[in-house]
T-cell receptor
C-alpha cells in the first residue's frame, strides 16, 4: 500500500518557468491537499479539494493552480515560477468524515528551488 | 488573528531524558488538536485530541489537552536517538487546519 505518492522529489527551475507537481493516493480518500513548508513557518495550505470535482483556495494560493483529475490524483501547477516559491511542497489526503477528522496522510515531499 | 504557537523552537537532550513540548492556540470554534512527527520527509500522525478526549498515550509518548489554558503538551519519556525529529502541532477550528512552526528535537547518544 503506497499511501500518498508525489513526483518529482527534487526540481530546480529558473524564474518564469512552469511545472506541475503530481500527487496520487491509493487510500480512497475524499479530500486532498497541497501544503508548502518554509523554515520557521510550519506547513501552510495552498489549495485543497474536499471531494472529487471541487477545489478551494487555502492560506497561500497566489501563483498556483490545481486540478483534481479524479478521486486519486491532485496536481499543483506553477505557471510562472518565482524565487519566493522555493520551498518544500507536500501533498496530503484525508478521509474527511463527518466528524471532521483531519488526520492527514502526507507524501514524501518535493524540494523545489527557483533560481 | 487566529494562531498556533509551539515552544521551544528547538532543543537538544541526551538519551534517557524526558522532554515536554508545548503548543498553544488562539482560535475560535476549536475542534481538535493534532500532533505529527516529521523525520526526514513526510509528517506522520501521532495523536488527535478533542474536547471529548483530552489525554492520549502511546508507549513513551503522551499528550494532554488543557482546554482552559488553550494549550497542549507532548511528553516523551526515556528519549532515544530515533525520537530526533520536528514535532508539529496542528489545530482544527471551523473548517480550517493550521499548523504551528514546529519544535526541532535532537536526542544525543
Amino acid at each position: 500500500n503506497a499511501g500518498v505518492t508525489q513526483t518529482p522529489k527534487f526540481q530546480v527551475l529558473k524564474t518564469g518557468q512552469s511545472m506541475t507537481l503530481q500527487c496520487a493516493q491509493d487510500m480512497n480518500h475524499n479530500s486532498m491537499y497541497w501544503y508548502r513548508q518554509d523554515p520557521g513557518m510550519g506547513l501552510r495550505l495552498i489549495y485543497y479539494s474536499a471531494s472529487e470535482g471541487t477545489t478551494d483556495k487555502g492560506e497561500v494560493p497566489n501563483g498556483y493552480n490545481v486540478s483534481r483529475l479524479n478521486k486519486r490524483e491532485f496536481s499543483l501547477r506553477l505557471e510562472s515560477a518565482a524565487p519566493s516559491q522555493t520551498s518544500v511542497y507536500f501533498c496530503a489526503s484525508s478521509e474527511r468524515r463527518q466528524t471532521h477528522n483531519e488526520k492527514l496522510f502526507f507524501g514524501s515531499g518535493t524540494q523545489l528551488s527557483v533560481l | 488573528e487566529d494562531k498556533v504557537v509551539q515552544s521551544p523552537l528547538s532543543l537538544v537532550v541526551h538519551e534517557g531524558d524526558t522532554v515536554t513540548l508545548n503548543c498553544s492556540y488562539e482560535v475560535t470554534n476549536f475542534r481538535s488538536l493534532l500532533w505529527y512527527k516529521q523525520e526526514k520527509k513526510a509528517p506522520t500522525f501521532l495523536f488527535m485530541l478533542t474536547s471529548s478526549g483530552i489525554e492520549k498515550k502511546s508507549g513513551r509518548l503522551s499528550s494532554i489537552l488543557d482546554k482552559k489554558e488553550l494549550s497542549s503538551i507532548l511528553n516523551i519519556t526515556a528519549t532515544q536517538t530515533g525520537d530526533s525529529a520536528i514535532y508539529l502541532c496542528a489545530v482544527e477550528y471551523g473548517n480550517k487546519l493550521v499548523f504551528g512552526a514546529g519544535t526541532i528535537l535532537r536526542v544525543k547518544s
